[in-house]
């Protein structure tokens, strides 16, 4: 399995970014993926899940509203729309894979992660 994001940089407050994560290795549409982040010196949070068939989507409260969750499943690729950009969206994000196909919210529920990509919102 292997998972590598992009699309990660510095962005205004108010602005976006879209995030993907190239998967590899394994059956993609079998499975639900996720989006997490880190920001420093705190613990990495649940952001987005999207079920196998993009059926399911789910959002943190906190980037509810201003971010988006998609895949393409004939690309093998997943995707995070970040709008509305705010400061405290700073922090590393990172791609997911579900141990099966449903939406999953915790950590414990992901058997892979990616490496992670870089997000700061600054003016």
């Known amino acids: 399995v292997q998972l590598v994001e992009s699309g990660g940089g510095l962005a205004q407050p108010g602005g976006s970014l879209r995030l993907s994560c190239a998967a590899s290795?394994?059956?993609?549409?079998?499975?639900?993926m996720g989006w997490f982040r880190q920001a420093p010196g705190r613990e990495r949070e649940f952001v987005a899940t999207?079920?196998?068939?993009?059926?399911?989507?789910y959002y943190a409260d906190s980037v509810k509203g201003r971010f988006t969750i998609s895949r393409d499943n004939a690309k093998n690729t997943l995707y995070l729309q970040m709008s509305s950009l705010k400061p405290e969206d700073t922090a590393l994000y990172y791609c997911?894979?579900?141990?099966?196909?449903?939406?999953?919210?915790?950590?414990?529920?992901?058997?892979?992660w990616g490496q992670g990509t870089q997000v700061t919102v600054s003016s």
């Open positions: 999207i079920s196998w068939r993009a059926g399911g989507t």
């Open positions: 997911a894979k579900a141990r099966n196909e449903i939406s999953a919210k915790t950590m414990e529920e992901y058997n892979s």
């Open positions: 290795g394994f059956t993609f549409s079998n499975y639900g």
